[in-house]
């Protein structure tokens, strides 16, 4: 049961349009969700997070948006940058007790710049 | 700044072999986790570890162990490797308060013969 699900497993976009990420879920018990990127032969860095009480969170170039009615979360990149080619994971989380948690990661989208 | 490191980059092992993976974070955290990545299916939770000695079963760990015998050191064990185990393997660590953001180490590929 894919809790976490990214459709779109590859995404082009020139190099400074937006960029738009996709991520749905279907447990609406999660609390906060995450964004990571992902280079080949590298572990995942985090880029951005939110919590389920909020619908919008920024950083720089990075703004990742929350519709809990649609169980639906987006991360859009503006402007893209040829760096930022690389694995887009959405993941989700809970909080429970004795820090006894564990992410969700979806399955992943390959984002492609062109120059 | 979150420091994840993984004992090797990359590992070539046989069918059968005994296999370690070593995970060391210098933050203090009390959460680790290991996880495998392969192409279309994401990351998948292995093993995870919310204190030393503690650990908890993740989506897929059969056919893996772990031991967490220091706060900062969390080890995979595959006890007889399989073709079916050949996988990057990422390791990471979070806070149990506060910011559950896991932090990740480099990985290791492994590759099993």
């Known amino acids: 049961d894919q809790q976490v699900k990214q459709n779109s497993p590859s995404l082009s976009v020139q190099e400074g349009r937006i960029s738009i990420l996709n991520c749905d879920y279907t447990?609406?018990?999660?609390?906060?969700f995450l964004w990571y990127k992902k280079y080949p032969a590298e572990g995942p860095t985090f880029l951005i997070s939110?919590?389920?009480?909020?619908d919008k969170n920024e950083d720089g170039r990075f703004t990742v948006f929350l519709n809990k009615s649609a169980k639906h979360l987006s991360l859009h990149i503006v402007p893209s940058q040829p760096g930022d080619s690389a694995v887009y994971f959405c993941?989700?989380?809970?909080?429970?007790?004795?820090?006894?948690?564990?992410?969700?990661f979806g399955t992943g989208t390959r984002l492609t710049i062109i120059p | 700044d979150v420091k994840v490191t993984q004992s090797s980059r990359y590992l070539v092992k046989r069918t059968g072999e005994k296999v370690f993976l070593e995970c060391v974070q210098d933050?203090?955290?009390?959460?680790m986790f290991w996880y495998r990545q392969d192409p279309g299916l994401g990351l998948r939770l292995i093993y995870f570890?919310?204190?030393?000695?503690?650990?908890e079963k993740g989506d897929i760990p059969e056919g893996y162990s772990v031991s967490r015998e220091k706060k900062e050191r969390f080890s995979l064990i595959l006890e007889s490797a399989s073709t079916n185990q050949t996988s990057m393997y990422l390791c990471?660590?979070?806070?149990?308060?506060?910011?559950?953001?896991?932090?990740f180490g480099p990985g290791t590929r492994l590759t099993v013969l």
């Open positions: 447990n609406s018990m999660f609390d906060y």
């Open positions: 939110i919590s389920s009480i909020k």
């Open positions: 570890s919310y204190d030393v000695k503690m650990k």
């Open positions: 993941a989700a989380g809970r909080f429970l007790n004795f820090g006894n948690e564990k992410l969700t």
């Open positions: 990471a660590s979070s806070l149990r308060t506060g910011s559950r953001t896991q932090y």
């Open positions: 933050m203090d955290h009390e959460n």
